[in-house]
């Protein structure tokens, strides 16, 4: 088994994977919110 080194693994990838996410969750609660601003409209 390797040796382990505090600090040193590259996490470039979990970075990318949890901007994605960030991103896919924002755009999601946008539409969302629009969609219920929009129900609330022709609705009212």
């Known amino acids: ?3 382990h ?3 040193k693994m590259d996490t ?3 970075e990318k ?3 994605g996410f960030l ?3 924002s755009k999601a ?3 969302i919110i ?3 601003i929009l ?3 022709i609705g009212g």
């Open 34 to 36: 629009v969609a219920l």
């Open 17 to 19: 994977t949890f901007d």
């Open 23 to 25: 991103s896919m969750v």
């Open 29 to 31: 609660s946008i539409i």
């Open 39 to 41: 129900l609330a409209l």
């Open 5 to 7: 080194k505090h600090g």
């Open 12 to 14: 470039s990838v979990q």
């Open 1 to 3: 088994m390797a040796e």
